[in-house]
Each structure stands twice: as C-alpha cells, then as structure tokens.
C-alpha cells in the first residue's frame, strides 16, 4: 500500500517535472517567434521605405517629363488634355 502511494508521488512529481519542462520549452520558442516577428517587422519596414523612396523617385521623374512636354509642345499637349476631357464627359453622362 505505501509502495502505490510512494508510485502515485512519484508519478505525479514526474508529471509537475516534465511540465515544468515543457512550459519552460515553450516560453524558449515564444521568445524566438518574438525575435522573429521583430526581424520581420524590420524588414518589411524597410522594403516599404525603399518602394516609397522609387515610386517617389518615378513620380518625380515622370511629372518632369510632363512639364517638359508641356514646354516643348503646348498646343499639342492643350488638345490631348481637351480630348480626353471630352470623352470623360461623355462617360460620365452614362
């Protein structure tokens, strides 16, 4: 009788243990995922400001582009701008 009261503590000291280990365990792999997601974070945030900083770039480019047309080409420039305002119009009566 005392030895299955002795196995039951046993047992149940061995569970609290392997418990102990598993919780241990897994606050060890939350604290990687943390870093992770802070790595990624990090990245993306990066990505992010190098696509702002091309597409600024391009806008930029693209609006000098435009101007420059303007001032090389300005009656053509005035009729493409009065045609596709025409056929907005049309469009937006439908």
């Given amino acids: 009788m005392v ?4 196995q039951a ?3 149940t000291v061995e569970s609290e243990v392997e418990a102990s ?3 241990v365990e897994l606050e ?3 604290a990687e995922l943390r870093a992770e997601i802070a790595r990624l ?3 993306v945030s990066a990505i992010g400001s190098g696509a702002k900083a091309v597409v600024q770039s391009e806008a ?3 609006t000098e582009r435009v101007r420059e047309r303007v001032r090389e080409e300005p009656i053509s420039t005035l009729l493409t701008v009065a045609g596709v ?3 907005f119009g ?3 009566r439908r």
Wanted: aromatic content about 4%; cysteine-free; proline content about 0%.
């Fill in 3 to 6: 030895e299955k009261k002795l």
């Fill in 9 to 11: 503590v046993r047992d």
């Fill in 21 to 23: 280990a598993a919780r």
């Fill in 28 to 30: 060890a792999q939350i």
């Fill in 41 to 43: 974070t990090d990245s």
């Fill in 60 to 62: 930029e480019l693209m």
């Fill in 85 to 87: 305002s025409f056929l």
């Fill in 90 to 92: 049309l469009l937006s």
